[in-house]
């Protein structure tokens, strides 16, 4: 059993960063996946970054890639999402979760998110002038 805590969220101006943590109850993550999701108001929740814990491979969604970098810390079980040149469309709220037995950082962020099997309880995120 994983629990998931998210934090870092808050009220941005369009272009300023901010830095998501997802701090994970288990010290042992061998064979998972964890990634950044995140669900704007009306529309479908949606993979933003997922990181494979075993070789540490990424992936992005166009539509962050070049701004957003997934990264994990050994030493506190902690996953974080820096989040830089902020845009309007970035609002939403974001969720951490973990998959067990991930096959690629690519098949975790594109599949069914109700498949996956641990989630956070999100934070927000507003970029706004």
């Known amino acids: 059993q994983l629990h998931l805590v998210e934090s870092g969220g808050g009220l941005v101006q369009p272009g300023e960063s901010l830095r998501l943590s997802c701090t994970i109850s288990?010290?042992?993550?061998?064979?998972?996946?964890v990634g950044w999701y995140r669900q704007a108001p009306g529309k479908e929740r949606e993979g933003v970054s997922c990181?494979?814990?075993?070789?540490?491979?990424?992936y992005y969604a166009d539509s962050v890639k070049g701004r957003f970098t997934i990264s994990r810390d050994n030493t506190n079980d902690t996953v974080y999402l820096q989040m830089n040149s902020l845009k309007p469309e970035d609002t939403a709220v974001y969720y951490c979760?973990?998959?067990?037995?991930?096959?690629?950082?690519?098949?975790?962020?594109?599949?069914?998110?109700?498949?996956?099997?641990?989630w956070g309880q999100g934070t927000q995120v507003t970029v706004s002038s």
């Open positions: 288990r010290h042992t993550l061998d064979y998972y996946g």
């Open positions: 990181l494979e814990i075993s070789d540490g491979a990424t």
């Open positions: 979760a973990a998959d067990y037995l991930v096959t690629t950082a690519l098949a975790m962020c594109v599949m069914n998110p109700d498949n996956l099997d641990y």
